[in-house]
C-alpha cells in the first residue's frame, strides 16, 4: 500500500529481557507496556509489531522504542516494506493462518 506517495512499513521490536527479580519484572513490565501505548500488537511471547505510513514515521516509532530500552536484556529492531511482510508465513500447528494486513489509511485534504 502507498500512501500519500511513501512505501508503508511494519516496524517489529523482538526482545529478550531478564525477569529473574522483580525490578527486572517491571522494567520488562514497563518496556512493554510502552510498546503497547505506541500502537504495537503482540505477534507471539517478546516479539510485537507496529504499522506505519510511511519510513520516516517508522523512524520516529523506532525512535520512541530506543528511549525507552530497558537496562538490561537484548531488544531487536526491524523495519519491513508492507510486501515483505506480507509475505510472512504464519503456521497454527502444522495449518497455515493469515499474515495481518496494513490497517488502511484515510487522508483528509
Known amino acids: 500500500m502507498i500512501v500519500s506517495g511513501y512505501r508503508s512499513v511494519w516496524i517489529l521490536v523482538m526482545f529478550d529481557l531478564p525477569v529473574t527479580t522483580k525490578k527486572a519484572r517491571k522494567d520488562y513490565a514497563r518496556f512493554r507496556r510502552t510498546l503497547v501505548e505506541d500502537g504495537f500488537t503482540m505477534l507471539q511471547f517478546s516479539v510485537y509489531a507496529r504499522p506505519s505510513p510511511s519510513e520516516e514515521n517508522a523512524e520516529v516509532h ?39 494486513k496494513m490497517p488502511l489509511q484515510l487522508e483528509f485534504f
Open 62 to 100: 523506532s525512535k520512541r522504542v530506543r528511549a525507552n530500552l530497558p537496562p538490561r536484556g537484548q531488544v531487536r529492531i526491524i523495519s519491513l516494506t508492507d510486501k515483505q511482510y506480507a509475505r510472512m508465513r504464519v503456521f497454527w500447528g502444522k495449518k497455515r493462518g493469515p499474515t495481518e
